[in-house]
């Protein structure tokens, strides 16, 4: 499967940049991942691919927990979309714009809590990484 990741900002400090690439590496048995850095959230609608599911990291949307997030959103992309790909798009701090939002197949957040969008970006590697490890039953969710 095809994941495209869409991040409005650019991770400047050297530890955002290790963990981003720590997940990247693990990811590599599971996906092909493409991460793209946007300048502001006017570049998502020009930059998703065709065919590709979009789904939105949208603090008002509800949130799910890490074995709904395997099967509803990794999972049933994997089975009804997997040649065609999945993009997940981190917004800026202004939000998401409402184009985009008429466009997605589904909306989460992380919670409640207000994440800074460079640790938002790596809480959505380390999901995708353990839906990975929770679908093909591998120890990771369970040991960490």
Known sequence: MKITILAVGRLKEPHWRAAQRE???????FAKLELRELEEDAQFLAQ???GAKLVLLDEKAPSIDSEAWAAQVIGE???RFGAKGLVFAIGGADGLPEALR???WKSISFGRATLPHRLARIVLLEQIYRAFTILRGLPYHRGG
């Open 48 to 50: 998703l691919p065709a």
């Open 102 to 104: 008429a466009l997605a």
């Open 77 to 79: 992309a994997e089975m």
């Open 23 to 29: 997940y990247l590496e693990r990811l590599e048995h």
